[in-house]
């Protein structure tokens, strides 16, 4: 799930909504292996059964792995960093409960409270990620699995070494509880995609037995892996679903050090971590703290930046890269800027409607809302022609759907004919190209036409509804980098007759008010993993759109659409996966669920000049490696670093 790196003021994307969903709480966790060589995918539906069960050292969605069961380290790291110093940096990914300016809980797996950053650092799972595939995970409290024929049982067993930083042992009765308590207490995200987990079960001390339904979604079971392993005993005589300060028991390679709610947290390296000489852990939790800072303001985090007050920034603002990376330190060369590419799938931003409100019911309605927003005006005296529109939720990958649908497409969709627009057989939807004046006349003719079409007239200079009450829109913000953006789109509204306002409200509200639905318009950004499967039906589905906080914001509740995720969480090759997301990008564009805001698909970072890193970063890590990868310079500490 990823949850949303935003792109700046302007660019939400900076923040992903997870990033790579299914496992945005795992990205950090490198693991070694044991066991076989032989690589087993999780199995799509209809995958033929061989006689026995099959060992395997990873899983990944169609079989492919890259790293043989005695491979030393992963590529993308250096096994030689050393350990020591510190990072510091402010939230720029969030999932689940978490904020990006706040926290006030150190649950950071279910619904109630703001989570805090990081928390994912002190947990285990029993198998993680590599981030230079696109989906591959290898174990880490896992030694290996076993694979049923039908491949619906997953049989882990648990390494002998595995320890809670009180030093307990981490059994099977915990990996057990963990996923029995996620799917019933957690976040509503991790609740739908364990849907489809049947049992889990301690077979003994080192054994855990994972069923799933006989039409189990693909992802589900490297989803049910990646997952936090929680210690059963800790929770006895607690309430796991409590928002609470409360330090939980981890396993990770961190533990929770100092913070103060909404200012600050640290996370210490665990110097004995059971963990830190399996292969795949070399070169990665070099530091030894990580802490991040809490802003309710971006202009006061940048000077805070400015200040050495904390040392690391994926910048998010163009505005601000490219006019305020003036200051002493950058000019005395203690502060670096870099650009580098991201490759990851740049995913879907813009301003969302609540279609669960009737003035937003009507496709046409929402069509001449997105004709009155000027992109290239927005884009130009803005964002310094910083960005690209986005038109898809696959935006950056080839899963998105471009010209005429393919004859493989058109054999998923002809079912559906009749059921959605025609344009769905055709070229898929698109934002309009505006004159570039902040007004473009034949747009707002259009949008004009369009809401008179739907029933919204003009009387009395004002839009009405079918209904005869007012048209008005509220958007709703958390932070107030984003009024500028909204400026000129009201203006336009206001054109057309519409009562359109912005809402700032204090990030604990926004979340409360999210998570209830209660919003006309949001700006949410959300990125879909390199292979989407089970986590498309929190962000699309007809029963996320009636689940509390789901990321399905916009409502969507549509059974084409339904039935479209389907065939991607059951197609049996990446061929057939493209295909569907294509067929899928093109009913939901036809939709009209968002205004489409933009994309770029580079990591604008700066950072104080006291670190060193791989030269390249993993292409489908949610960031540049920082700071799972990075290492403290001891060299450079010294003569860098501002006086404190």
Not at 29 to 39: E, F, K, N, Y
Not at 222 to 227: D, E, G, Q, R, V
Not at 469 to 481: G, K, T
Request: charged share 25%; aromatic share 12%.
């Amino acid at each position: 799930m990823v949850v949303g790196r935003r792109e700046g003021s302007e660019d939400r994307q900076a923040r992903l909504m997870d990033v790579w969903l299914d496992t945005c709480f795992t990205r950090r966790r490198l693991v070694a292996l044991a066991g076989s060589a032989i690589a087993l995918a999780a199995a799509p539906r209809g995958f033929a059964a061989t006689e026995a069960d099959t060992e395997t050292h990873g899983l990944s969605v169609f079989g492919d792995l890259k790293y043989p069961a005695d491979f030393k380290n992963f590529d993308y790291v250096d096994p030689r960093a050393p350990k020591g110093g510190r990072f510091s940096t402010i939230p720029w990914v969030r999932a689940y409960n978490q904020s990006y300016q706040t926290f006030n809980s150190l649950n950071a797996f279910i619904l109630k409270g703001d989570g805090a950053q990081g928390m994912d650092m002190t947990f285990a799972a029993l198998m993680v990620r590599a981030n230079d595939e696109p989906d591959a995970l290898y174990g880490l409290a896992a030694r290996s699995v076993r694979i049923s024929p039908d491949k619906l049982t997953y049989r882990f067993t648990l390494r002998p070494e595995a320890r809670f930083h009180d030093g307990t042992k981490l059994t099977a009765a915990d990996v057990a509880f963990s996923l029995t308590t996620l799917k019933a207490k957690g976040h509503p995200l991790i609740v739908q995609q364990l849907r489809d987990m049947v049992t889990a079960e301690a077979i003994d001390e080192a054994t855990v037995v994972v069923t799933f339904a006989a039409r189990r979604g693909r992802d589900v079971p490297l989803y049910a892996a990646s997952l936090p392993i929680f210690a059963k005993a800790y929770y006895a005589n607690r309430a796991f679903d409590d928002s609470t300060l409360d330090t939980p028991l981890g396993s990770g390679p961190y533990k929770v050090g100092r913070f103060e709610p909404n200012r600050f947290i640290e996370f210490e390296r665990v110097r004995d971590w059971w963990g830190a000489d399996l292969p795949v852990s070399r070169g990665s939790f070099n530091f030894d703290v990580v802490r991040y800072e809490f802003y309710r303001d971006r202009d006061v985090a940048f000077e805070g930046f400015t200040a050495g007050n904390y040392l690391f920034r994926e910048e998010f603002t163009a505005r601000v890269w490219a006019t305020r990376y003036d200051f002493p330190a950058i000019k005395e060369g203690k502060v670096k800027q870099e650009t580098l590419p991201d490759g990851t799938p740049s995913g879907a931003q813009g301003w969302f409607f609540n279609t669960r409100r009737a003035k937003f019911a009507d496709p046409r309605v929402r069509e001449a809302l997105t004709d009155a927003f000027d992109f290239e005006w927005t884009n130009k005296t803005i964002m310094y022609d910083a960005y690209v529109r986005t038109q898809s939720v696959f935006e950056n990958t080839d899963m998105k759907a471009v010209g005429p649908p393919s004859a493989a497409e058109l054999a998923l969709l002809e079912p559906f004919r009749g059921k959605v627009p025609d344009e769905v057989f055709g070229e898929p939807y698109v934002p309009p190209v505006s004159d570039g004046s902040g007004q473009d006349r034949a747009l707002l003719r259009k949008a004009s036409q369009l809401l008179q079409e739907a029933g919204c007239p003009i009387k009395d200079r004002k839009r009405v509804l079918p209904g005869g009450e007012p048209f008005v829109i509220e958007f709703l913000l958390d932070e107030p980098s984003l009024e500028p953006h909204h400026g000129p789109f009201i203006k336009n509204l206001a054109t057309l007759g519409i009562d359109a306002s912005t809402r700032l409200v204090d990030p604990v509200q926004y979340r409360a008010r999210v998570d209830d639905f209660d919003f006309d318009m949001t700006i949410e950004r959300f990125s879909m993993s390199a292979t989407p499967g089970d986590s498309m039906r929190p962000f699309f589905s007809s029963q996320a759109a009636a689940t509390k906080g789901s990321y399905n914001l916009a409502g969507v509740s549509s059974p084409v659409i339904d039935a479209l995720i389907e065939k991607i969480i059951g197609a049996a090759n990446r061929e057939e996966l493209t295909v569907a997301c294509r067929a899928m990008d093109r009913v939901f564009r036809a939709g009209r669920y968002w205004v489409p805001q933009w994309f770029r698909n580079t990591h604008p970072i700066a950072y104080w000049d006291v670190f060193a890193r791989p030269q390249t970063p993993p292409r489908y890590a949610q960031g540049v490696g920082a700071p799972e990868n990075w290492w403290s310079d001891p060299t450079k500490s010294a003569t860098t670093l501002p006086a404190k």
